[in-house]
């Protein structure tokens, strides 16, 4: 009885001194559970749940450790959804490489929250061939010389055989699954050098590849598969003689935009959301120039950007100049270059999940899903790339690798639709964090630390305590009206 009068007494002084805040806002359980995964440098942990802890009344932190606090009624941007690029290689290794057994085991973890599944919900689908693919193709190939400006000749047939097929079994696992379409090269013969690789779009044929982009976006409607977001060429500052690319200058997107793709999209009454320069940090500049026409901006709902140069702070720029546009992070690679597990965790959680988010951005979706173990397939191009899964040819092992462990670290706990919440911010890599909260009121708190450190988290009058092992990567998950 003695507690119940304090606990009452102690929810009535809140409201008085507070009367914008309700009674119902301020109370809560005497304790709530928290969940929370794991994952270790030394990969002795990965993404495996640990005794949950209790988040309890009080206001006292433990003493040295860094306070955390989170504030679920500040909101920033709102999540799109996380996930990988679904290459011609990937589909190929996913379709072919796998075994039946393997494929439904490895795809149930991607795309599921079942058992130890990641549930990933976006998907990136290169539009014709990029440098991991089987070999070259457009879905308007012609003999030299030859033109089709009335697409008359367009056909998906390739991606029929097995890509499409791979994309449809990820969607049938999750009914919520997004995809993005990304070019990495117009039709060689719409091109100033007549080839794949290289060159650029002549503006004699804008209005051809818009529909041709248009086309892409109907023909796969026609299979199931809804096209949510699209940028008009991938990389468009990297011309490379190895592979497909195309160059496309800012000046040259703005009018494309403006007045072929923007418009096209409109008149096919499609509901798919156009991203304009996919391409890296340090080329902020880019984008910035295509948004300085407003007739342009009127048809670009975001921007998209890569990891390869440069800075995250990048995406804020852009936000602080065009805060109706949403920042999308569209494309990051490990390697062989990179070999050093923890390394690679630490890197990709404080650039790509931390940083990323706490610059705006509402998605995180790295490059190939699934490559062999030569990273592969190749056609020219990255040629140690790393897979989020890897599938050895020769001896059929799969192995899940660090981004798997990354993706799944927010991919699992944070739904599309979450906000990102404030909560307080740490840097140079000690008690570094980030938090959201889900449409069914579930609070979800990612945290790293590059050495160990006790962290005191505190939410609406409630904390929980804990120490941050050195390296490690960690998911806190609480409250909300369904459970994980």
Same mark, same amino acid.
């Given at each position: 009885?003695?507690?119940?009068?304090?606990?009452?007494?102690?929810?009535?002084?809140?409201?008085?001194?507070?009367?914008?805040?309700?009674?119902?806002?301020?109370? *809560?359980?005497?304790?709530?559970?928290?969940?929370?995964?794991? +994952?270790?440098?030394?990969?002795?942990?990965?993404?495996?749940?640990?005794?949950?802890?209790?988040?309890?009344?009080? $206001?006292?932190?433990?003493?040295?450790?860094?306070?955390?606090?989170?504030?679920?009624?500040?909101?920033? /941007?709102?999540?799109?959804?996380?996930?990988?690029?679904?290459?011609?290689?990937?589909?190929?290794?996913?379709?072919?490489?796998?075994?039946?057994?393997?494929?439904?085991?490895?795809? *149930?973890?991607?795309?599921?929250?079942?058992?130890?599944?990641?549930?990933?919900?976006?998907?990136?689908?290169?539009?014709?061939?990029?440098?991991?693919?089987?070999?070259?193709?457009?879905?308007?190939?012609?003999?030299?010389?030859?033109?089709?400006?009335?697409?008359?000749?367009?056909?998906?047939?390739?991606?029929?055989?097995?890509?499409?097929?791979?994309?449809?079994?990820?969607?049938?696992?999750?009914?919520?699954?997004?995809?993005?379409?990304?070019?990495?090269?117009?039709?060689?013969?719409?091109?100033?050098?007549?080839?794949?690789?290289?060159?650029?779009?002549?503006?004699?044929?804008?209005?051809?590849?818009?529909?041709?982009?248009?086309?892409?976006? /109907?023909?796969?409607?026609?299979?199931?598969?809804?096209?949510?977001?699209? +940028?008009?060429?991938?990389?468009?500052?990297?011309?490379?003689?190895?592979?497909?690319?195309?160059?496309?200058?800012?000046?040259? /997107?703005?009018?494309?935009?403006?007045?072929?793709?923007?418009?096209?999209?409109?008149?096919?009454?499609?509901? +798919?959301?156009?991203?304009?320069?996919?391409?890296?940090?340090?080329?902020?500049?880019?984008?910035?120039?295509?948004?300085?026409?407003?007739?342009?901006?009127?048809?670009?709902?975001?921007?998209?950007?890569?990891?390869?140069?440069?800075?995250?702070? #990048?995406?804020?720029?852009?936000?602080?100049? *065009?805060?109706?546009?949403?920042?999308?992070?569209?494309?990051?690679?490990?390697?062989?270059?990179?070999?050093?597990?923890?390394?690679?965790?630490?890197?990709?959680?404080?650039?790509?999940?931390?940083?990323?988010?706490?610059?705006?951005?509402?998605?995180?979706?790295?490059?190939?899903?699934?490559?062999?173990?030569?990273?592969?397939?190749?056609?020219?191009?990255?040629?140690?790339?790393?897979?989020?899964?890897?599938?050895?040819?020769?001896?059929?092992?799969?192995?899940?690798?660090?981004?798997?462990?990354?993706?799944?670290?927010?991919?699992?706990?944070? $739904?599309?639709?979450?906000?990102?919440?404030?909560?307080?911010?740490?840097?140079?890599?000690? #008690?570094?964090?980030?938090?959201?909260?889900?449409?069914?009121?579930?609070?979800?708190?990612?945290?790293?630390?590059?050495?160990?450190?006790?962290?005191?988290?505190?939410?609406?009058?409630?904390?929980?305590?804990?120490?941050?092992?050195?390296?490690?990567?960690?998911?806190?998950?609480?409250?909300?009206?369904? #459970?994980?």
């Amino acid at each position: 009885m003695r507690r119940f009068f304090t606990l009452t007494a102690s929810l009535l002084c809140l409201c008085f001194a507070n009367p914008n805040r309700s009674l119902m806002q301020n109370t *809560h359980p005497e304790t709530t559970a928290v969940s929370i995964w794991l +994952t270790l440098p030394d990969r002795t942990q990965l993404l495996q749940p640990q005794p949950d802890l209790l988040l309890a009344p009080t $206001d006292i932190p433990a003493e040295g450790s860094r306070v955390i606090v989170l504030d679920s009624d500040v909101r920033y /941007q709102q999540m799109e959804g996380f996930g990988a690029a679904l290459t011609d290689s990937s589909a190929w290794n996913i379709m072919h490489v796998m075994s039946s057994r393997q494929r439904e085991q490895v795809m *149930h973890d991607l795309f599921t929250r079942e058992g130890d599944g990641i549930g990933l919900s976006y998907v990136r689908i290169p539009i014709g061939a990029s440098d991991f693919s089987l070999h070259d193709q457009t879905y308007n190939d012609l003999p030299a010389g030859e033109t089709d400006p009335a697409l008359d000749q367009f056909s998906i047939n390739y991606d029929e055989a097995y890509i499409i097929p791979a994309l449809l079994q990820a969607q049938a696992l999750n009914s919520q699954l997004r995809f993005m379409g990304s070019p990495w090269s117009a039709p060689a013969w719409m091109k100033n050098n007549g080839a794949l690789h290289g060159g650029s779009l002549l503006p004699d044929y804008y209005p051809a590849f818009a529909d041709y982009l248009v086309r892409w976006i /109907q023909a796969y409607d026609a299979h199931g598969l809804n096209i949510d977001t699209l +940028t008009p060429q991938n990389e468009p500052l990297h011309m490379n003689p190895g592979y497909p690319t195309m160059g496309m200058t800012a000046e040259a /997107q703005q009018t494309f935009v403006r007045d072929y793709l923007g418009p096209a999209l409109a008149a096919a009454d499609l509901d +798919t959301r156009l991203l304009i320069f996919d391409h890296n940090w340090d080329l902020a500049d880019y984008p910035l120039t295509v948004l300085e026409d407003p007739a342009a901006a009127a048809y670009v709902d975001g921007i998209a950007f890569h990891c390869y140069g440069g800075s995250v702070s #990048a995406q804020s720029r852009v936000h602080e100049a *065009h805060s109706d546009k949403g920042i999308w992070f569209t494309e990051c690679s490990g390697g062989d270059w990179a070999a050093n597990f923890g390394d690679n965790l630490s890197w990709n959680i404080r650039n790509l999940v931390i940083g990323n988010f706490r610059n705006w951005g509402n998605s995180v979706i790295l490059w190939n899903l699934v490559l062999d173990q030569e990273a592969g397939p190749q056609n020219g191009g990255c040629g140690d790339c790393r897979g989020v899964v890897t599938i050895n040819q020769v001896s059929g092992a799969v192995t899940y690798n660090e981004e798997y462990y990354v993706l799944g670290h927010v991919s699992r706990f944070v $739904d599309p639709g979450a906000y990102r919440i404030d909560s307080t911010e740490f840097r140079m890599g000690v #008690a570094e964090n980030v938090a959201f909260v889900n449409p069914d009121g579930s609070l979800v708190l990612i945290a790293h630390s590059v050495i160990d450190a006790p962290i005191t988290v505190t939410w609406q009058g409630q904390q929980f305590e804990y120490e941050l092992p050195a390296g490690a990567l960690v998911t806190f998950k609480w409250g909300g009206t369904s #459970a994980d």
